[in-house]
């Protein structure tokens, strides 16, 4: 099922309440250890070569737990201490170069900006072009904002641990995180955090389509509604109704500005096209909406931004609102 995107308030609250349950940190940091490695492994084959970075908190213990579960690895662990040391002593462990870096400098709990020492450690890891695996988040990125603290490894895939935070899915932690994993059973205990964001996972498109009735019609399966497309930008619609389609609803209705609605049109078989007429702006019978793929134009009806806020505060249909009708929403 899809996983909760919470902030590191949030997570402390969780491991607060895990550590009132009884169970220990030390406890914990012993899961993550085999929960690290254990895709560590994945990621590496046989005498493979494998740097463990651990920095002086609970992200570095978390790294060193996982030390003893690397069979058949070649493993190093360098713990860092002392940033200015360890810049001296790092490129001798990174030639040659190993086959995977496991990073774990830094965790949730950086809030301030590196000094120069880190700065210059992480930008020697940065500079070898290796294969990082970033343990819960790439050191230097704060996992509530996003935002990077002087300097961020540049991590090939980030493990998060418990639930994906906040900060790495911002704009901002993009290119430091690079594929986002979650490790949700780490010895916690149950999540009560919630949040309005959540992180859906491949697993949760299993059995897609859920099985039909033998006596289902194409009302049975829901009807879709999208307004898309303008003047320059009529690719969108055809995209976005194209793209609706592959999810089988039983019926996609399409509204498109009238100057684009023949090469809409023609462009899609299955899919009922109206042209989007002033004053006819209508979403009725429709168990879904998705609207604002290439409504880029500044000739649209009027009408039509004041149907998608009232929809957006009154309507009980489900709506994807996208690009330009985002700024039509009330504030």
Avoid at 47 to 55: E, F, I, M, R
Wanted: with cysteine; proline share 8%.
């Amino acid at each position: 099922m899809p996983l909760p995107v919470i902030t590191v308030e949030q997570m402390r609250r969780w491991e607060a309440a895990t550590w009132e349950s009884g169970k220990t940190e030390k406890e914990v940091i012993a899961q993550v250890g085999k929960v690290v490695a254990n895709r560590v492994m994945e990621l590496t084959r046989p005498g493979d070569a494998v740097l463990l970075l651990a920095g002086k908190g609970h992200n570095g213990d978390d790294v060193r737990a996982m030390a003893g579960y690397l069979p058949e690895r070649e493993v190093s662990l360098l713990s860092v201490t002392d940033p200015a040391k360890t810049r001296q002593k790092l490129p001798l462990d990174l030639d040659p170069a190993p086959a995977l870096v496991v990073d774990g400098l830094f965790g949730i709990g950086l809030n301030r900006p590196l000094d120069a020492d880190w700065m210059q450690v992480i930008a020697q890891v940065n500079a070898k072009r290796l294969l990082v695996l970033s343990v819960d988040v790439p050191s230097g990125v704060d996992a509530t904002t996003g935002e990077v603290q002087g300097a961020a490894i540049r991590a090939k895939e980030t493990l998060t641990l418990g639930a994906a935070k906040l900060g790495l899915l911002r704009p901002s932690a993009s290119e430091f995180v690079g594929r986002l994993r979650v490790a949700p059973d780490i010895g916690l205990v149950p999540c009560r955090e919630t949040s309005d964001l959540l992180l859906g996972q491949a697993q949760d498109f299993n059995r897609f389509p859920p099985a039909r009735p033998l006596d289902g019609h194409k009302g049975t399966f829901g009807h879709l509604g999208i307004v898309a497309g303008s003047m320059g930008y009529h690719g969108a619609a055809v995209l976005a109704a194209r793209g609706a389609s592959r999810a089988q609803p039983g019926l996609i209705t399409l509204m498109t500005p009238l100057m684009v609605f023949s090469p809409v049109a023609s462009q899609l078989q299955s899919v009922m096209v109206r042209p989007l007429v002033p004053g006819e702006i209508t979403f009725k019978s429709i168990t879904g909406l998705l609207i604002g793929p290439g409504l880029a134009a500044d000739d649209l009806p009027a009408d039509l931004k004041e149907t998608t806020g009232e929809m957006w505060v009154e309507s009980s249909v489900p709506m994807v609102v996208d690009a330009s009708a985002l700024d039509w929403l009330p504030s």
